[in-house]
């Protein structure tokens, strides 16, 4: 099982759709990081949140560190939202990250 | 613009050759990171430069071989890899490592081992 898992897996939305995206962590965290991956390979990152939400634009993400839960939403979807979408559990020590847990992403294709 | 670049931007080589890949950023970040990513396997974090201090090594093999010659670029250099080190390489960077800034990535050097 990994320490951080994502679902689902794939998803298929239309055009103008509310997206939620999910990420559930074993691990203990310093923080949570949502990135998105383009066709190509071509990575944004999103947000980088410890606590309660986050918003940019019509994505916003939330997390609640006593579940170790954090939520990817996406409002008024549109094609060029397709993406892999993947979020990271970050634990930091004096310095830097000691460890930085990846999950395996989840693909959106979003049809006009 | 990200403003990270990579160099190359594909790279194919054999097991017993030498080379290296190239980030730049232009951000004026004081962080920079590797990354690797296989098909079909989560995004893996290779080194971590804090003020071109190596900060963090997560189990790397030797044949990888991380020089932060300043604050500005990154190198990797590779020599005798093995065929499952085909994989996507990114370059990352960060105004600081511990201040929860979000990370900007280059495109990536899309490497493959004969």
């Known amino acids: 099982k990994n320490e951080v898992e994502q679902s689902p897996q794939n998803l298929t939305a239309q055009e103008g759709e509310f997206i939620t995206i999910n990420c559930s962590y074993s691990v203990g965290i310093s923080a949570l990081h949502w990135l998105q991956q383009h066709p190509g390979g071509g990575i944004v990152s999103l947000f980088m949140?410890?606590?309660g939400k986050k918003k940019h634009g019509r994505l916003i993400a939330t997390i609640n560190i006593q579940e170790k839960h954090s939520s990817l939403h996406i409002t008024a979807s549109h094609p060029r939202d397709s993406a892999v979408y993947i979020c990271a559990g970050l634990l930091r020590g004096s310095g830097g990250y000691q460890k930085v847990t990846f999950g395996t992403g989840t693909k959106l294709q979003v049809i006009p | 613009e990200t403003g990270v670049t990579q160099t190359p931007r594909h790279l194919v080589m054999g097991m017993t050759n030498k080379k290296s890949l190239k980030c730049e950023q232009h951000?004026?970040?004081?962080?920079m990171y590797w990354y690797k990513q296989s098909a079909k396997k989560p995004l893996e974090l290779m080194f971590v430069?804090?003020?071109?201090?190596?900060?963090e090594n997560n189990s790397v093999p030797s044949r990888f071989s991380p020089e932060c010659p300043n604050s500005s670029h990154l190198f990797l250099h590779l020599h005798t890899l093995q065929p499952e080190d085909s994989a996507l390489y990114l370059c990352a960077s960060s105004p600081w490592v511990d201040s929860g800034d979000t990370q900007y990535f280059g495109p990536g050097t899309r490497l493959t081992v004969l």
């Open positions: 951000l004026g970040h004081n962080a």
């Open positions: 430069y804090n003020f071109k201090e190596q900060t």
């Open positions: 949140l410890s606590s």
